[in-house]
Each structure stands twice: as structure tokens, then as C-alpha cells.
């Protein structure tokens, strides 16, 4: 029941996320040219910065985990990254638009689309312009929602084809919090350290992959 719980407050969240888009781009619209100053970008960007941190270091799970890492479980958050970007980079060939790339730093937001999109909109704007920079972090907030979503409503079909590891690879960054009721929802709490150590992973690879491909 619990875990039911916090899978329906995980997916409100979402949903929140995604209305929140929504009403920005209703805004923009109506409202015409909206300048947001650098400053406030950077702000975000610090403050999402810390959060990343604290999550990390605030984790009720934290102690259990570090005492069962294992040099095995880091298949499963290298495998899921160099998944994620194998079939990132051939998106460019149907989007001619964007490079190779600009997806793979898309799909490395891996989940985390508040973070990603903020990363990408904040370092592209030097070289293809702010327009097309908020396009892409448009692109990437949109695409890792999505990932979160797909994890959180199609955990029970990606167990049943493909096992317990796939809910684990779909969720990517978000393993660790928001997908985690899902997840143990289908694969069962003995996958609980994977999923923590696979989230935690994937998160601190946000900040450093994403810029390394912008």
C-alpha cells in the first residue's frame, strides 16, 4: 500500500512538471518575447547543483547501500548509460536539425529533465543562440520527462518482456527516488540497492556528461 502511495505521488509529480511546461509555453505565447536574465539561469542551475548533492548525502539508504556496493552492480548504470547513448546519437539521421551530439546530451539528462534542460539551454545558447538553445532544452525537459513517465506507467510491461533490470534501466537518474515505488512495485525490494546505487550514479553523470556533449 505504501509503495502504491508513493508510485501516485511520484506520477502527480510528473503531471505537475508537465503543467507547469504547459503553462510556460501558454505564457510565452500569449505574452510574446519573455527575456529571462542569465543570472536567474545560473541561480537555477546552482541550486539544482546542490540538490543533486544533498540528495545524494541525505539518502536514508545511503549506509545499507555503501556496505553492499559490489564492483557487479556498476554493470547496470554503465550499461543503461552506454545504451542510452548508442541509441541517442542516430536520432540526428531522422532530426537533421540536431547533431549527434545535441542528442546524446539530451538523452544523458538521463530522466532528469529540470537539471538537463537547464544545462543544455544554459550552454548552448554561447553557439547556436538562445532561441535555438531553449529549443533543445525545450527538447530535452520533454524527452526526459517522458523517460520518467515511461519508467513510472510501463514498469509492470518492461518487467514482464524483459525482466527485473529493465524498470532499473528505463528509470536511468530517477531510480533512486522518484521511479523507485514503481520499480519495487514489479522487481521486488531485493532490488532496492541496485536501483539506489543505479539512480545515485546516473545522477552525478547529469552534470558531467551532458556539458562534455554540449
Given amino acids: 500500500m ?16 508537465l ?3 504547459a503553462a510556460g509555453t501558454a505564457l510565452g505565447y500569449v505574452c510574446g518575447d519573455i527575456k529571462i536574465p542569465d543570472w536567474i539561469m545560473t541561480a537555477l542551475l546552482c541550486l539544482l547543483m546542490l540538490q ?20 557487479q552492480l556498476l554493470l547496470i548504470p554503465l550499461s543503461t548509460l552506454a545504451g542510452t547513448i548508442i541509441f541517442s546519437a542516430p536520432v540526428a539521421w531522422i532530426v537533421s536539425r540536431w547533431s549527434a551530439a545535441d542528442c546524446i546530451a539530451v538523452g544523458c539528462g538521463m530522466g532528469y ?15 547556436i543562440g538562445m532561441q535555438a538553445a ?14 520518467e513517465l515511461a519508467a513510472l506507467i510501463g514498469a509492470p510491461l518492461w518487467h514482464k518482456f524483459f525482466g527485473p533490470i529493465a ?18 512495485s514489479v522487481s521486488g525490494r531485493e532490488w532496492l540497492a541496485v536501483a539506489v546505487i543505479n539512480g545515485i550514479l546516473l545522477d552525478m553523470s547529469v552534470p558531467l556528461l551532458v556539458p562534455l556533449f554540449c
Fill in 2 to 17: 505504501a509503495i502504491q502511495k508513493e508510485k501516485g505521488d511520484s506520477m502527480r509529480g510528473s503531471l505537475i512538471a
Fill in 19 to 21: 503543467a507547469f511546461f
Fill in 52 to 71: 543533486v548533492g544533498l540528495g545524494i548525502g541525505c539518502s536514508d539508504e545511503l549506509g545499507a547501500i555503501r556496505r553492499s556496493l559490489r564492483p
Fill in 113 to 127: 529533465y529540470s537539471l538537463s534542460s537547464i544545462i543544455i539551454t544554459q550552454l548552448k545558447a554561447s553557439s
Fill in 134 to 147: 531553449a529549443e533543445l532544452g525545450t527538447i530535452a525537459l520533454l524527452s526526459n520527462i517522458f523517460r
Fill in 167 to 184: 524498470p532499473i534501466a528505463v528509470g536511468g537518474a530517477t531510480t533512486a527516488d522518484v521511479t523507485l515505488p514503481a520499480i519495487l
